[in-house]
Structure formats: structure tokens, C-alpha cells
């Protein structure tokens, strides 16, 4: 019996770009697109997972910020992507389980 999240190899690209967002291309050779924002706000750190189960927004754009853009990436093992914000959030560590979860059916993801 597997479970689902045996079944996520880790990609075979990240392409972070800063402005933008993050491309990952998997093994299978589907290629995943996930902006800015949809990151942050998916955030699953537990603070972030904290303020949306109680039912508010784990980031929200701040009149008067600049713009929001990732300050630093870096691969975290085998299993994940660790993403810093220019906002000063650094605890974000998205593995690649629910990035491929998030590709959506045309990734061949399970929900
Ligand atoms: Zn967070």
C-alpha cells in the first residue's frame, strides 16, 4: 500500500523567478506554474495555517507596501521548497506533495 505522498518525486526544475513565481517541471514532464500571491496565500506554515482556520487570510496585498516578490528560495531536502518574502515571512516550506496537489488534475495529482 503506498500512500500519496510516496508517490511525488522531486522535480527535475525549479525555475524561481522572483517577480513572477515559481515553475516546476516534474518528473512525468508536466510543467506546474504557481504565482506569487497563490503561494503566499497557500502558505503552509503553521501561523499561515493558524489564520486560515480562523477563517482569515494568511496574507493580503498593503496599500502603500511594494509589491510582493520572493527575497530568497532554497530546496529544503528532498521534499520541499523553502520560499522567504519580501514582507519578512521566512517560515513557508512547500513540499513538493502539495505543490503537485495544487498543479491540479492536469498534473496528475490526488486530492
Ligand atoms: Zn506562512
Redesign the pocket.
Known amino acids: 500500500m503506498t500512500r500519496p505522498d510516496d508517490e511525488v518525486e522531486p522535480p527535475v526544475d525549479v525555475a524561481v523567478d522572483r517577480e513572477q513565481g515559481v515553475t516546476i517541471t516534474w518528473v512525468d514532464g508536466t510543467v506546474s506554474r504557481y504565482g506569487l500571491e497563490e503561494l503566499r496565500v497557500n502558505?503552509?506554515?503553521a501561523?499561515?495555517r493558524t489564520r486560515r482556520d480562523r477563517g482569515e487570510p494568511?496574507w493580503r496585498p498593503t496599500p502603500g507596501q511594494p509589491p510582493l516578490r520572493i527575497a530568497d528560495a532554497e530546496l529544503v531536502g528532498a521534499w520541499g521548497l523553502g520560499l522567504a518574502w519580501n514582507d519578512g515571512?521566512t517560515?513557508?516550506i512547500y513540499p513538493w506533495v502539495i505543490l503537485r496537489v495544487w498543479a491540479g488534475p492536469d498534473a496528475g495529482a490526488q486530492r
Do not use: F, N
Request: with cysteine.
Open positions: 502558505c503552509p506554515c501561523a499561515c494568511a515571512h517560515t513557508g
